[in-house]
């Protein structure tokens, strides 16, 4: 009699712990990864007085597209969440190492059903990085709010120089770089 009343409760155990590594594999239901091509940034520095992320005193360049970091569409049935993680290398031959400057400034956008792209909105630190002239690795990690839909993501980046240092710089480049998006599961 013993035996027999384990037996559901073993059962049921089961049952439990295989649901369990279910649920786990079903929150992450597309991974989209594209390997990024070496780029570098135009120099079409200027100040950008209405910009407010091109601080004052700085020049900028123009927001360029990173090559192959158009990710999507991803389809999305229901209210998830979108896991984004951008990985990349930027080198700075002939930068002389100024206070602080040249910095990387790179930016998610999302578009959805086709729809126009549109900044996704960081908080906390700034989406800068000082590049000295020996490189420097740049990792952002963005969690994005979806609705329904289609979405489609980028990556772009610029360099902001202060004015005083612009003819130290000779180029700044994208030299490698991955981007990889996930869609997780709301449970």
């Not at 289609?150 to 003819?167: E, K, S, V, W, Y």
Request: contains cysteine.
């Amino acid at each position: 009699m013993r035996k027999r009343l384990w037996i559901p409760l073993l059962v049921a155990l089961e049952t439990f712990v295989i649901g369990m590594a279910d649920a786990q594999s079903q929150r992450l239901r597309q991974v989209e990864v594209s390997a990024l091509l070496p780029h570098c940034i135009t120099k079409d520095q200027m100040f950008r007085p209405t910009d407010p992320t091109c601080q004052p005193g700085t020049l900028c360049t123009s927001w360029q597209d990173i090559p192959e970091s158009t990710i999507g569409p991803l389809e999305v049935g229901r209210h998830d969440s979108l896991w984004v993680d951008f990985g990349g290398n930027y080198n700075c031959d002939g930068c002389i190492d100024a206070v602080s400057f040249p910095y990387v400034q790179i930016r998610l956008q999302l578009s959805t059903d086709g729809g126009p792209f549109e900044e996704v909105t960081e908080h906390g630190r700034p989406r800068s990085s000082y590049v000295p002239n020996g490189g420097v690795d740049l990792v952002r990690r963005h969690v994005v709010p979806v609705a329904p839909g289609g979405h489609t993501l980028r990556m772009q980046h610029r360099f902001a120089i202060n004015a005083a240092n612009n003819p130290l710089l000779t180029r700044l480049c994208l030299t490698e770089g991955t981007m990889r998006a996930e869609i997780l599961f709301q449970p």
